[in-house]
């Protein structure tokens, strides 16, 4: 038997490239505005206070990232996106923010007072320029990878990352000033109110413009352009009020507005996110029924896959047998095809260039294939493989070698209460 190496067009290789010239450059550019605003912030604190401020701010970062990471367990995001929403954060977003933040409160100080200006600058100011700057990184994802955007879950979990970022570099500044003396504030009570008390800010504020995207993410029109607005004024307006509760009755407004607003609404990020995380598992299960009324997917394949706890055991249980890598692909393919199968039901719109229907034939025969590897497949999926591999698309997921016996099924689709199965195809004729 001869085999055939596909060999990429010109222009897919030349996108490649270029792809990738524009992600190096991009990565080259973060460094060096963060090259730069560490200068910034060395020239204001001196060379010991920027020591003694990175020290601080990155020490307990490792915890606030496990934190942050902990939600994202069900269809954890790429490392290298993940990271480009914390780089983000940490450098061009903080520079920006430190840059026109700075020069706005100068300007507004000079016209109408230094007292004005400091209320200008941390209660509008801070809270418009740096919840945009925040989001612009949640927009390109939407814009451009929005395949890795599949949910309200997904948006906490990237907007968690932006504010990661940005709040270590800020925590540079205030524990860098602390330690040199200029703010009047021991060292010890700064660390303790934002490493402690209030690492969570930035994430909570930004998490609300990421709530807006993956609202978008999975609607129609015309809440896919109100959600991500209303999210980052949500974002703004709780900023603001954050900032401007310190500078209220001798710290009286501050302790008031952290019990009674920041940390419920930190434990209802929670809340929302564990919820997420269960509505997407129930979610997987539905969208996987085709592939169970075909025989070409077991029910303790799709209970398995609709579940945290069990998709864990799975991998577990596979690594015992030197798997684990192709059980966890397994898992990932069948996850992604779900959340693609769940966006074209709603009517959501797509990433640009992006042919939904290719695209989910392609994970569908991905999938397929991966579980045809792994012990236990079903005879349903051993018989689909070869056709799984020509690109058969998902809305008719059976072949001729389909196991299951023509007769009446649960639609897969959830267009109406039943579907006909005639043996080798599902028919039009439906029941509601």
Known sequence: MSSVVHQPHPFEQNREIGRRLLAITGAITLVLIGLITLLIIGAEVGPIGLVTGLV???????LYLALALWIDRFEPEPIRMLAWAFFWGATAATFFALILNTVGQSVVSSEFGSSFGEVYGSSISAPVVEESAKGIVLLAIYRWRRSELNGVLDGIVYASMVGLGFATTENVLYYGNSAAGANGVPLEATFFMRGVLSPFAHPVFTAMTGIGFGIAVASGRPLRRLAPAIGLLGAMLLHSLWNSSAGVGDGAGFVGVYFLIMIPIFIAVIVVSIVARRREGRMVRHQLQPELASGQLTADDVRS??????????????????????????????????FLRHRMAKGAKHARGVDPVAAEAALRSHMLELRAGLPGAPAGVLAAA???????????????????????YADPWGQARVRYWDGTAWTGHTAT
């Open 56 to 62: 601080l701010a990155t020490v307990p970062l490792p």
């Open 305 to 338: 896959l609709s579940s945290v706890k069990t998709r864990r055991r799975a991998v577990k249980e596979a690594k015992r047998g030197g798997l684990g890598a192709g059980r966890k692909q397994f898992q990932e393919v069948a996850t992604e095809l779900a």
């Open 386 to 408: 070869p056709a799984a591999e020509a690109g058969t698309p998902a809305a008719a997921p059976a072949t001729a070698t389909q196991t299951t016996a023509p007769d009446w």
